[in-house]
């Protein structure tokens, strides 16, 4: 296996980072003291959206630097997962960049979805408007009363009532529900309890004006509610939709969501080695200009140790991601379920290590909003729950670990 950039990723990252560079960094901190400061809170019907943002979106589009997740090369950049990740990574340093540049979760996993799995009528609705950064989408996928780490477990359901699909249930941690541009949803419900327990729960699209859904509230995370995206719960009463709503068909979307979380994963994690670049950068700047006892603090306490140790799981972590991404791309992701559970677990570990020791080099600074190390530290520890917490995953790794040797055990 090879992982050195190809030519066409030497090129879109040479100037994704002079993008961010000359374009996002001189905007991202005003907009994120200006998030931080509307005192809007939890009323997400007041949120709104920064034109200075979308006006670096449309410099992002007319620069090429647009929808480059997508393997397409007509209606992406057709680039392969390991090809990609270089770039996600870039994307990752930056709190705003993913969004300037179209490539922002969950909307690229939705779009993956449409692509991959939706009707002809429903991309010809709804993936150019998202795929242009017109509109904006949300995944409905955990409960409050369950345990969603297990994804048969969801108990909302979508039944089927002749030429209807019937929705009703409690979602909450629903990505992106708040934002104003915010006009589909993707739900997942269970149709057929009878079935088995991978064939018994459906996707469905839902326009957010369908009579019946209702965003109860928006939910913070250590006391931030991502505007102007948000995390909101979201009630679904009686919402009835056609049944070419369906996203592929009923009792598909436990393998649904297992096409649409492979891919999504290796993005989350190259955001998240980004972010520990960052956070390390940061954290050397700190300990080389400040003093203490007659002495930089980078040459007190080990620091110089940590800083070794931080750098080498940095890199460990990208190899491990590359090689996910390059198993992905070679026979797919179900089959390379161990190296992206793996992943899952060691990428944001890393990037919460290195925050960690960059927030203790700061002193008080670093649990501020003077530098950006507290949002980065919520980010990475939420990481270690979303799309499955670190337990799920280390299961799924012991569980194919353990059945290889139980098949050598039954050879001898």
């Known amino acids: 296996m090879d992982f050195a950039h190809s030519e066409r990723t030497r090129d879109y990252l040479k100037r994704i980072e002079a993008f961010i560079r000359e374009r996002v960094t001189p905007v991202e901190e005003a907009h994120v003291r200006e998030m931080l400061e509307a005192g809007r809170g939890g009323d997400w019907q007041r949120w709104s959206v920064n034109p200075e943002i979308e006006r670096l979106k449309a410099e992002a589009r007319e620069a090429g630097l647009w929808n480059l997740f997508l393997p397409d090369p007509e209606l992406g950049a057709g ?8 770039l996600c990574e870039a994307m990752g340093k930056s709190l705003i960049a993913p969004e300037v540049f179209n490539c922002n979760a969950p909307d690229t996993g939705n779009m993956e979805v449409l692509y991959h799995f939706g009707s002809e009528e429903q991309k010809a609705t709804w993936l150019p408007r998202l795929l242009s950064g017109e509109i904006r989408s949300a995944f409905c996928m955990t409960e409050p009363e369950v345990a969603s780490s297990d994804a048969t477990n969801m108990a909302a359901t979508a039944v089927v009532d002749g030429d209807e699909v019937v929705l009703n249930g409690r ?12 006009k589909v949803l993707i739900f997942m419900g269970l149709t057929d309890p009878e079935a088995d327990r991978h064939h018994r729960h459906s996707m469905v699209l839902v326009p957010m004006d369908t009579p019946g859904v209702r965003v109860e509230r928006m939910l913070p995370v250590f006391g931030d509610y991502d505007e102007p995206f948000g995390h909101g719960e979201v009630v679904f009463d009686n919402v009835r939709l056609p049944r070419s709503a369906f996203i592929k068909g009923p009792g598909k979307g436990f393998e649904i969501a297992q096409g649409r979380l492979g891919p999504g994963r290796i993005h989350h994690c190259m955001r998240a080695l980004g972010a520990a670049e960052r956070a390390l950068e940061l954290m050397i700047r700190r300990g080389l200009s400040r003093e203490a006892f007659g002495k930089s603090l980078i040459n007190l306490g080990g620091n110089r140790e940590r800083v070794a140790d931080l750098r080498a799981g940095i890199d460990q972590a990208r190899l491990l991601t590359l090689y996910a991404a390059w198993k992905i791309d070679q026979v797919g992701a179900l089959a390379a379920l161990t190296e992206i559970s793996a992943i899952k677990v060691v990428a944001p570990g890393v990037l919460q290590q290195v925050i960690d020791e960059a927030i203790q080099i700061h002193g008080g600074a670093g649990v501020s909003n003077d530098v950006p190390l507290a949002m980065m530290y919520a980010q990475a520890r939420v990481l270690r729950i979303v ?26």
């Open 79 to 86: 680039l392969s997962n390991v090809d990609y990740a270089p």
């Open 171 to 182: 979602k909450w941690w629903s990505s992106g529900i708040g934002h104003p541009n915010c």
């Open 387 to 412: 799309d499955g917490p670190d337990a799920v995953h280390r299961g799924m790794i012991a569980r194919v670990e353990l059945a290889k040797h139980a098949q050598a055990g039954g050879r001898r």
